[in-house]
């Protein structure tokens, strides 16, 4: 491929092939230019006509297509999705209407009648919907009691979380999981580059150690931690005074609720 450049009428066009480390620099009486008149600066659109190159000068190193990917994201091990029904159907040679998944906190019932017919009647399906999800948000405040500028609509809770690392944690910053739980807690913390500090679930009914939880706290200083209740996959409930008071250690609490209200505290 080759690059689009606006440059001034002094500067050199580099073009950089896909695997090239060698750089171009065209003649000023063969560059394909246009003018603009309102800014005097020039447009310049170059085709890839340097072919690639299969060696490199000594000391300079391959060009590869994950030498552009950051350090930490090289290493992480790819996220396992969920198999969709026309991939378990075809595995399990069934019908998709005979499979029941419970793998994935889904309704196996489907949603009401009235949710297929406010669909089939949308007005304007054919635009982009409110980007501030402004009547979801309005109802949202008048179930929870909450106001409408403290609620964020997002694409299921995956988004979330993601959105909240990405505003919270620093490369670096520390926070606290506690499994069996939401796996995307501890991927989505090593995608933005967060340590997770794991404290497990007491194994005889899956509720938090919350001494152990205190002692972390105090000890390594994490940013964030992130409980669910009920807890996927077991489903169990935490008592929301034992919520609060282990939110109230730390500077960002989030709270997911499987199937319920989510929300966070900082």
């Known amino acids: 491929m080759g690059v689009i450049d606006i440059y001034n009428a002094s500067s050199f066009c580099f073009i950089k092939p896909n695997t090239s ?3 171009l620099v065209v003649p000023q009486s063969q560059r394909p230019s246009c003018s603009i008149d309102g800014n005097r600066r020039r447009v310049v659109a170059m085709a890839s006509i340097v072919p690639s190159v299969e060696h490199v000068n000594e000391g300079q190193r391959r060009l590869t ?5 950051r350090p930490h994201l090289r290493k992480l091990s790819p996220y396992q999705p969920i198999l969709p029904f026309e991939v378990l159907s075809s595995r ?15 309704n196996p019932y489907g949603p009401p009648p009235e949710v297929f017919d406010a669909l089939g009647s949308m007005k ?42 990405r505003c919270v944690l620093d490369p670096g910053d520390k926070i606290v999981d506690c499994p069996p739980t939401f796996t995307m807690y501890e991927f989505d913390a090593a995608v ?48 929301r ?11 960002c609490g989030v709270a997911g609720e499987v199937g319920g209200r989510a929300g966070w505290r900082s």
């Open 21 to 23: 480390v060698q750089q």
């Open 65 to 69: 297509g994950d030498s552009f990917i």
């Open 92 to 106: 399990l040679g069934r019908k998709p209407e005979e499979i029941i998944k419970l793998d994935a906190n889904e």
């Open 124 to 165: 304007f399906p054919y635009v982009y919907p409110d980007p501030e999800s402004r009547r979801l948000r309005a109802l949202l405040a008048k179930d929870s009691g909450l106001e409408s500028d403290y609620i964020l609509a997002g694409c299921g809770a995956d988004e979330l979380i993601d959105l909240i690392m």
């Open 192 to 239: 933005n580059g967060a340590l997770v500090i794991k404290v497990p679930r007491k194994k005889a009914d899956f509720s938090l150690n919350v001494e152990q939880i205190t002692d972390v706290i105090a000890h390594e200083k994490p940013k964030c931690i992130f409980l669910t209740s009920p807890n996927n996959p077991d489903g169990r409930e935490e008592q």
């Open 241 to 251: 005074c034992l919520l609060s008071g282990v939110f109230g250690q730390v500077g």
